[in-house]
Nanobody
Framework: QVQLQESGPGLVKPSQTLSLTCTVS??????????WTWIRQPPGKGLEWIGY???????YFPPALKSRASLSRDTAKNIITLQLKSVTPEDTGVYYC??????????WGQGTQVTVSS
């Protein structure tokens, strides 16, 4: 059974870079055709797709976040890292990692709350 666990700072100041990690257990992040996705939910709003990193290390982001978001991985530790630059209060929300396919996410982490505030 694949399990995902997000971690990171709960509070980030505006203009700083947010860094979150997703530790995957029960499966390898390099398994063929696996995709690992970050999703967030701002308070009172719906889910927003942030981007994914695939089994080969390729990444994809929606246009709205492409200039600020990046994803990397540590294959030895089975960890995926999300970085979001120049955060604003609009980046506040619960951040989830999910997988392992492009379009469906049977596996989710429990989410981690991020608040952007000075």
């Amino acid at each position: 059974q694949v399990q995902l666990q997000e971690s990171g700072p709960g509070l980030v100041k505006p203009s700083q870079t947010l860094s979150l990690t997703c530790t995957v257990s029960g499966g390898s992040i390099t398994t063929n055709y696996y995709y690992w996705t970050w999703i967030r939910q701002p308070p009172g709003k719906g889910l927003e797709w942030i981007g994914y990193i695939d089994y080969g290390g390729n990444t994809y982001f929606p246009p709205a976040l492409k200039s600020r978001a990046s994803l990397s991985r540590d294959t030895a530790k089975n960890i995926i890292t999300l970085q979001l630059k120049s955060v604003t209060p609009e980046d506040t929300g619960v951040y989830y990692c999910a997988g392992p396919t492009v379009y469906t996410y049977p596996y989710w982490g429990q989410g981690t709350q991020v608040t952007v505030s000075s």
